[in-house]
């Protein structure tokens, strides 16, 4: 088992989940056998196969593959909602999977929120009513909860909606109360499963610029699953890109796309439409070497120039790309083959949008 990381707020060791399983599933997984090999020798299912991630305090980590890769899984083996068949979930400096039902529970209320993709609201409480209801589980006392309730709807931009009822939301607006009851809780940790994906592609993005937002105000670390790359790209500080239950690449964004570290994770990349969010300063080098290197003879540009901009600079230059900030300070480099395959991986994508 590999080390944990001390600063991480939440640290995944060797996790396994393998549903109805006696244990035979288990340790054909453990000896490497293929998913649907172990289903049809045992009959069980194996949803998580040696999970190891280290998330830091205030990122927003997201989890992407294909419906049935185990993102759900993964996501309710943090807090127990599903067992774990082997290995830990550290958080902070608790083991989540060592506690008892007391403890666990304490967890759950203090330290971590789920928001869910359908967003779960009771029909017959209003907006303030629902969002205080997980307090009132955990034993807030009615004023508290109402301030909570308020400010947290206050903070997803529906202050004015506290006595309405859900059924006059529309689904962008029941989502943003799901949200608003998850913040309420005051966790650290917000655990969100697709929460965005029953909306539509409007109201989806404005609600990913609000999270954005949300998460400079908040500082909160948060899991977000999703299986869209489009939006895994653009919220996310680093991506784990999993299948068949394994975690096949885990990095940041832009090196999700620019270096998919398998034809899987390629032609999953492939699959988008990168024009705006290919820009200078996501591509460059700006370690100390690349800047110390000779620079006299090359091309400069902006920081936020997008591949469109970059690609002509690419075809004039013989040296690597000076990128400039807005003082016209150096602060970093691009190498030639770094752009290049940048355009690969852009060409590709308007080939697919073309077709
Ligand atoms: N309770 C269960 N019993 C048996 N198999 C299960 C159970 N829950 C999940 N699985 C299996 O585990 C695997 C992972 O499922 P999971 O729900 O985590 O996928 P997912 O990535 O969240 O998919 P989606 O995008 O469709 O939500 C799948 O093969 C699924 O069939
Ligand atoms: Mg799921």
């Given at each position: 088992m590999q080390r944990r990381d001390q600063e991480a707020a939440l640290s995944i060791r060797g996790l396994y989940k393998v549903f109805a399983d006696d244990g035979a599933g288990l340790e054909l997984a453990l000896q490497g056998r293929a998913k649907d090999e172990i289903q049809e020798e045992t009959g069980a299912v194996v949803g998580l196969r040696d999970i190891n991630i280290d998330i830091r305090r205030g990122e927003l980590f997201v989890v992407m593959g294909l419906s049935g890769c185990g993102k759900s899984t993964l996501v309710r083996c943090i807090n127990r909602l599903i067992e774990p068949s082997l290995g830990e979930v550290w958080l902070g400096g608790r083991e989540v999977t060592a506690m008892g039902e007391d403890e666990l529970r304490e967890v759950r209320r203090r330290d971590m929120a789920m928001v869910f993709q359908h967003f779960g609201l009771m029909p017959h409480r209003n907006v303030l009513d629902n969002i205080g209801f997980p307090l009132e589980v955990g034993g807030v006392e009615k004023r508290e909860r109402r301030r909570r309730a308020v400010e947290a709807l206050e903070l997803v931009g529906l202050g004015e909606w506290g006595g309405a009822m859900p059924s006059q939301l529309s689904g962008g607006m029941k989502q943003r109360v799901g949200l608003a009851r998850a913040l309420a809780l005051d966790t650290p940790l917000m655990l969100m499963d697709e929460?965005?994906?029953?909306?539509d592609p409007v109201i989806r993005r404005d609600l990913q610029d609000e999270l954005l937002q949300l998460q400079q105000e908040v500082q909160k670390t948060i899991v977000f699953i999703t299986h869209d790359l489009n939006e895994a790209v653009r919220v996310g500080d680093r991506i784990a890109i999993m299948r068949d239950g394994t975690v096949v690449q885990e990095d940041a964004p832009n090196e999700v796309v620019l270096n998919p570290r398998d034809d899987f994770v390629r032609e999953f990349t492939q699959d988008v439409r990168l024009h705006g969010m290919i820009t200078a300063a996501s591509i460059m080098d700006s370690s100390p070497q690349a800047l110390a290197g000779p620079m006299s003879a090359s091309e400069s540009v902006p920081e936020d120039a997008v591949l469109d901009d970059l690609v002509p600079a690419g075809l004039r230059a013989t040296h690597p790309l000076r990128v400039l900030d807005e003082g016209g300070q150096v602060v970093g480099v691009i190498p030639l083959e770094r752009l290049a395959r940048a355009m690969a991986s852009d060409e590709a994508a308007a080939a697919v949008a073309r077709n």
């Open positions: 929460p965005f994906s029953a909306l």
